[in-house]
Every structure is written in C-alpha cells, then in structure tokens.
C-alpha cells in the first residue's frame, strides 16, 4: 500500500499541539448569530388544530412550513421542534449549499442516467430559489453564489478530473473548469494541489444558522406558530377521522397532515427505523486570517473546495475570512445511537489540524478557535428518499447524506407535492417512488459499516483502487458515506 500526501508531508507535532490550544469545543455558526436570533419560543402545551403539523426544527422542516404557507396563506401551520430551531445538522454543518440533488453527478448516474438531465436542471433550478429566497423572503444567510473547486491531491486524481471536465464538456457545459497545476495553485496556493476542476455555478456558500434561524423568523412572521423544546412521543392516526395527531408530553397537534423531517434521529414511522444510519462528521474552525495570512493563500473566488479521495476534506471561507476545515473520518456508533458524547473526538481533530497544515503550511501560527462535530443521515444511496404513509396523511424524507444544506428545499417542495397529491416532475421521479435499500439490523449493520471504512481508507492508499467488498456494494447500489 502507498502513503497519502497527508502522511507524507505531515507537519510537526508541535505546530498542530500550538493550532488546537485555544480551541472551544463549540459550535461557531450558533455563536455567531446575531442577539436574540434563537430562543424564546414556548414549549407545545394543550392542543391545536391545524392543516399542517411539522415535525422538526431544521431546514427540511423550516422550508416545508414556510413554503406551505407561501403556497397557502391561509392555512393552519404549526411546526414541533425537540429542542432549538437549527440545533443539530442544519445549524453546524459546512454551509455548502449544492445543486446536485443526487450526491453527485456520478451517483445519479449509476442510479438514474434517464433522469439525470431532468434531476439536473431541477437541482439548479431549486439553488437559483435558494439564492433568489434572500431578496424574496428578506432574509440575510451570507450566500455566495462561489462554485466548489475539487483539488486532485494524488497523481491518480488528475486523471478523474480531465475526465470530469470531458463530461461536462459532451454536454456543452462550459461553467466547468479544468485547471493545470499552476493554474489551480494560482486560484488556491496550497503545494499539495496538482490540479483542479472549477463547477462555478452548481454550489454556493452560506452561513449554516443563519439560514435556519432567518426561516424560522420568516415562518412566525406568515403565521405559522413554532414550538420548541417539545420532543414528539407519538404519531397517532385514527382510521375513522382521516387525521394525523402528533402527541407531545405537554400537549398535541390534530392536523390534516403531517410532514416528519426528524431526519437524524429515530423515525416516528417503524417502517423508516433501518433507513438511515447516523454517521458523525467533524470540524474545526479557525481564527480569521490576517491580510497578509490571506494574500499568501490566494483564494480570492472563495470557492467552496472538496478534495477527491473517498476520505475526503471540505473546507470554506467564512464572512470575516475563518477557515473551516472538516470531514476526513466518518463515524459511526454501534446501535444507531445519537449521543452527544459522540461528539467529542480529540484524535480526530488532531488528524485534522495535521492535514489543514499539510494543506497550507504557509499558515503555520494559525491557530484554531473552535471545533464541534454533528450526526449526519446516511442512507444506502447516498441521498434522500420520500415517501407517504398512514393513507396520505403524512410525507417523509430523510437520509440527505451530507448535501441536505441545498436538497431540503427540494425535498420540501416535494413533499408538499405528495400530500396534495399532484402529479408532476417532482413527484414522477423514480429518486421519489422507490425507497432504496435499508441497511441492515445490527450487528451486520456495524460489522458493515467499518468493513467499508476500511476498504475506503486502502482505496485511498492504492491508488483509488476499489477491492471486492466496494465493488460488491457498487453493483448492488450500495453504499457508506458522510
């Protein structure tokens, strides 16, 4: 087996032990709300009536109330968090908001090369609303419509990528962009890049809570009232009212429908309970960089950047120019369990401070300000799935698989489309018709899961070379992924 350029030209010990010294075990993007952005709505207590009963206070959630009431002004909207609106994923994620509604370009492929073009174009079409919601809703998320550079750092990347530019170009894409070794250290000086490709308009950059936080105003401002710290016990459904009530310890929403956007977290459903997996992803944060700091990377496109190995890096520029850095491990707990304690990792930022300085060694005196970690719903084809139940009364989707930032708009849209019953584009993919496979009880689902990080990690080490087990899982449509 080879050594990764991370192994190769890893930095003192010194110079990552100096980076993570001040670090907070915190959450920047919730810290970094303005005054009196979170907080302060009331438990659920006795019983409402409604049209619509939301469960779950993150995007996915946030956008189906707000865009219920924008297709319905009237209508009764009450949405049901466990704890904070934008606590969890869609508080302390990337900020990568992508096109792709299918994980990726190839992912859709191997899944729905007939759809693709339609999937295609509904993915721009849905970060162009996203983008344009700004102006429209009058909410301030920090967009920037940047595009996302994918840096070949092995030998054997180049190749991926002068074929990535290939396709983009048979399909009379010109907003891809191939970029040679001096061209991509031009854009980003990092020594560690031999190339790169630049999709300029399929991802723009925005501040995680902000977003989250910005909906949730603009849902209370079109009438839809917002309950937090009330975690939902129950989803019940009698057969003679053609209703669906969700069952707090202090009180209950009766509705007409329901839409569960518990994603993460253990399904209301029995029958989503094996659909997703929770896989816990982590991050660092640093300081904001210096003029002179900034000038000796470059980056002045600010592009989101998102390397290719399939233990991969992301990282960004925030508004007052920090770096997040995060990704690399994937992990996974026995049992499905969702625990904070999960969260707290030292080996793993460790490894991370190690590779941001692989990445940037002229930044070496930076130091890092906060770190945190979250659970992202890993479902077997890399990306959310849909679906009804209870006659009608309720739509779900989950298992976003770490692009939910852009997608849960769609899966918004979409799940709305369900509930009303309309036939349309959105609603006639085969993406939202067929549930893809589950994944297994435990302990295969363990036994599983690492035997896949194993393969994925020596796949980076060899070339990209994928073993039997990986391509077992490719010709069965399954998969593992953060």
């Not at 993915?123 to 009058?138: K, T, V």
């Not at 920037?144 to 396709?167: F, K, S, Y």
Request: charged share 25%; with cysteine.
């Amino acid at each position: 087996m080879g050594t990764t350029v991370f192994e190769r030209r890893r930095p003192p010990a010194s110079v990552v032990e100096h980076a993570l010294k001040p670090t907070r075990h915190a959450v920047f993007w919730l810290e970094d709300l303005p005054e009196g952005a979170t907080g302060g709505r009331p438990k659920l207590a006795g019983t409402r009536v409604a049209d619509l009963v939301v469960v779950g206070g993150g995007y996915t959630g946030l956008w189906s109330a707000v865009l219920a009431k924008r297709r319905n002004p009237n209508a009764r909207v009450v949405l049901i968090e466990a704890k904070s609106i934008g606590w969890a994923a869609s508080g302390r994620n990337g900020g990568f908001c992508e096109a792709s509604l299918t994980h990726g370009h190839e992912n859709g492929m191997s899944r729905w090369p007939d759809e693709m073009p339609t999937l295609t174009r509904l993915g721009l079409e849905n970060l162009d609303a996203i983008e344009a919601s700004e102006a429209e809703l009058g909410i301030d998320f920090h967009f920037e419509r940047t595009g996302q550079l994918a840096p070949a750092i092995e030998e054997h990347q180049v190749e991926w990528l002068r074929e990535m530019h290939a396709d983009a170009v048979a399909e009379g894409d010109d907003s891809v962009v191939f970029l040679d070794e001096r061209e991509v250290q031009a854009s980003v000086a990092s020594p560690t890049y031999l190339a790169g490709v630049w999709e300029k308009r399929t991802n723009g950059m925005l501040h995680p809570a902000r977003l989250a936080s910005e909906l949730a105003r603009v849902a209370e401002e079109l009438g839809v009232e917002v309950f937090e710290h009330s975690p939902v016990q129950r989803l019940e459904t009698p057969g003679s009212t053609g209703a669906v009530s969700v069952i707090t310890e202090g009180g209950r929403v009766d509705a007409t429908h329901a839409v569960l956007a518990t994603n993460v977290f253990p399904s209301l459903l029995k029958r989503n309970r094996l659909m997703t997996v929770p896989v816990y992803d982590y991050v660092l944060m640093t300081e904001p960089l210096s003029p002179q700091q900034l000038a000796d990377i470059g980056w002045n496109d600010r592009q989101g950047i998102g390397d290719m190995a399939n233990q991969f890096h992301y990282y960004r520029l925030s508004k007052d120019n920090r770096i997040l850095f995060g990704g690399y491990d994937a992990i996974y707990h026995y049992g499905r369990r969702v625990r904070s304690s999960y969260e707290r990792r030292p080996e793993t930022w460790q490894t991370l401070a190690s590779h941001f300085f692989t990445t940037f060694p002229q930044l070496e005196g930076l130091q890092f300000s906060h770190q945190w970690a979250g659970a992202i719903d890993t479902s077997t084809q890399f990306t959310a799935f849909f679906g009804t139940a209870r006659d009608h009364r309720v739509a779900y989707a989950a298992g976003f698989t770490g692009l939910g930032v852009g997608s849960t708009r769609f899966a918004a849209e979409t799940m709305l489309d369900l509930l009303e019953r309309r036939e349309n584009e959105r609603t006639q993919l085969a993406m939202v018709r067929k549930r893809p496979l589950p994944f297994p009880p435990e302990p295969a689902a363990s036994i599983g899961i690492n035997a896949t990080r194993w393969s994925l990690d020596r796949a980076d080490h060899d070339g990209g070379r994928r073993n039997l087990l990986l391509k077992t899982l490719d010709a069965l449509g399954l998969g593992f992924d953060s």
